[in-house]
């Protein structure tokens, strides 16, 4: 778990700033059922499909309101993990969201498909699939108020179908709920 912990944080933070050391893990709630959840301290809600934990990560190097990233993940029976992270990004320049994309890509074997980029309601808006040896993944980021929020679907291949039923009412249930 602490290794999945640590890879979404690392994802998180990837778009936002050179990633840092985990240097503090918060686990805030575990086994919450599914259903509409927002993480501690953050701002954000989704429509959980499966039971879920909240968590927070802090970097030890900067000490900034950037280097914490606020995380919501649960799995289901069939290795489908579901993730959702905001990530604040004060006093940071961003990479571009395609810098991320373009750095997946590098992984061996992988393949990035359906990539769609848009702008609504004042935030930036990338989603694509990307398929490697390891199976599948769905991302859905959007930066908005100088915060970065990641939706994330990993699977194995076996349950691509699965996961691809569920991708579109995951991330179109993602709103940004303001402090």
Do not use: C, W
């Not at 990837?14 to 953050?42: C, F, H, I, M, S």
Request: hydrophobic content about 45%; glycine content about 6%.
């Amino acid at each position: 778990m602490r290794f999945r912990l640590f890879a979404a944080f690392a994802l998180a933070l990837a778009l936002a700033a050179p990633a840092a050391p985990a240097n503090a893990q918060t686990v805030y709630r575990k086994d919450v059922p599914a259903g509409v959840a927002t993480p501690t301290n953050g701002t954000f809600s989704i429509r959980f499909p499966v039971t879920f934990s909240d968590v927070e990560l802090k970097a030890a190097d900067p000490p900034a309101p950037a280097a914490i990233v606020r995380m919501l993940t649960g799995l289901n029976i069939d290795n489908v993990r579901f993730s959702a992270t905001e990530t604040p990004m004060l006093g940071l320049e961003p990479r571009p969201m395609e810098d991320f994309m373009a750095a997946m890509k590098q992984r061996p074997g992988a393949t990035v498909s359906d990539v769609h980029r848009e702008g609504k309601d004042g935030a930036e808006i990338l989603s694509f699939a990307l398929a490697d040896a390891s199976g599948g993944y769905f991302f859905h980021v959007v930066r908005a108020d100088k915060t970065q929020y990641m939706q994330v679907i990993q699977f194995p291949e076996t349950a691509r179908t699965q996961a691809t039923a569920v991708r579109d009412d995951f991330f179109n249930s993602f709103k940004i709920t303001k402090p």
